[in-house]
């Protein structure tokens, strides 16, 4: 049923993406995701040039879904990647793809100077994450951390922020869960 409401869903963005790509006749299409190849598709349906940006790399997942992320950057005219890792990783399994690629990475440069971290804990360690609730970005491991941390005597809490790609109850399900496992 979920594979059908997908399909659905792309032939309505399709059409609409479509419409729009004809009204507004951009001179470019910047894409930021591999996981919506649609505007890809568009931009050369509609002979505009496209630029994909890539910022993920999942050179652990099976090699059937590393190609389908992968697929839709051929139609891109170039491919900005923040990582030569993800370079390494798209030209992996398209080595067409490392001639259109370039790195550019990210643009926060950090301090001159960092400050240095406390000398000592006073109170309670505050720890945070921010960002999608995935099973590749992390927050398992910051919730075993802080649980690492409370059997090693040291009174610490974790705040979470964000939320689970739409679809993914699953995710916010196991993480709950792991929160709620005795330490």
Same mark, same amino acid.
């Given at each position: ?51 994909? #940006?890539? #910022? ?56 001159? #100077? ?70």
């Amino acid at each position: 049923l979920g594979f059908v409401r997908v399909i659905a869903e792309s032939a309505r963005g399709l059409v609409a993406g479509l419409r729009l790509m004809l009204a507004e006749r951009p001179d470019v299409v910047y894409v930021n995701t591999v996981t919506l190849p649609l505007w890809l598709a568009l931009a050369r349906l509609t002979g505009r040039p496209s630029i994909a #940006h890539v #910022h993920e790399a999942e050179q652990s997942a099976h090699p059937v879904v590393r190609r389908a992320l992968a697929t839709p950057l051929l139609l891109a005219r170039a491919v900005v990647a923040n990582s030569a890792y993800c370079v390494e990783v798209i030209s992996g399994v398209y080595p067409a793809l490392r001639d259109r690629s370039v790195v550019i990475l990210n643009g926060i440069e950090g301090p001159a #100077h960092p400050a240095t971290a406390r000398q000592a804990l006073d109170g309670a360690l505050r720890v945070a994450y921010v960002g999608r609730l995935s099973e590749r970005k992390g927050v398992d491991t910051a919730i075993k951390a802080v649980a690492a941390l409370r059997d090693a005597g040291v009174e610490a809490t974790l705040e979470i922020a964000g939320s689970a790609v739409p679809g993914n109850d699953g995710v916010v399900r196991a993480l709950h869960e792991l929160a709620d496992e005795p330490s």
